[in-house]
C-alpha cells in the first residue's frame, strides 16, 4: 500500500509556472512507474507525464518542452515543473503510482487564468 498526497497547485496567469509535488507514504525506490494525470471539467482523465524507477521519462504532446517530471527517491517524493501554463491546462492534477496495483492521490487544483 503506498498513500499519495499531492500539494503545489493553485491560480496562476498564462505564461506563468507551478511546481506539484507528490509524497508518497513509503519507499519510492522500487515503484516502477509514477506519473502526473489530469482532468478537466467535462472530460476523461489524461496523462501527463510518467517516469520510471530507472529515470526514463514520458510526455503528453500538449506539454512536451514546458513540463518537467522528476522523483527524489531519498524523500519519496515526485514533481512536476510546469512552465510556460496555459488556459487549457486548467484542470485537476493526480499523482499516479504502478506498483502492479495502481495508486492514485486526492487531486490538486490547477487554474490557468486569460
Known amino acids: 500500500q503506498v498513500q499519495l498526497v499531492e500539494s503545489g497547485g493553485g491560480l496562476v496567469q ?33 496523462l501527463v507525464a510518467t517516469i520510471t524507477s530507472g529515470g526514463s521519462t ?25 512552465n510556460s501554463l496555459k488556459p487549457e491546462d486548467t484542470a485537476v492534477y493526480y499523482c499516479n503510482a504502478d506498483s502492479w496495483v495502481i495508486y492514485w492521490g486526492q487531486g490538486t487544483q490547477v487554474t490557468v487564468s486569460s
Open 14 to 46: 498564462a505564461g506563468g509556472s507551478l511546481r506539484l509535488s507528490c509524497a508518497a507514504s513509503r519507499s519510492i525506490f522500487s515503484i516502477r512507474s509514477m506519473g502526473w494525470y489530469r482532468q478537466a471539467p467535462g472530460k476523461q482523465r489524461e
Open 58 to 82: 514520458n510526455y503528453a504532446d500538449s506539454v512536451k518542452g514546458r513540463f518537467t517530471i522528476s522523483r527524489d527517491n531519498a524523500k519519496n517524493t515526485v514533481y512536476l515543473q510546469m
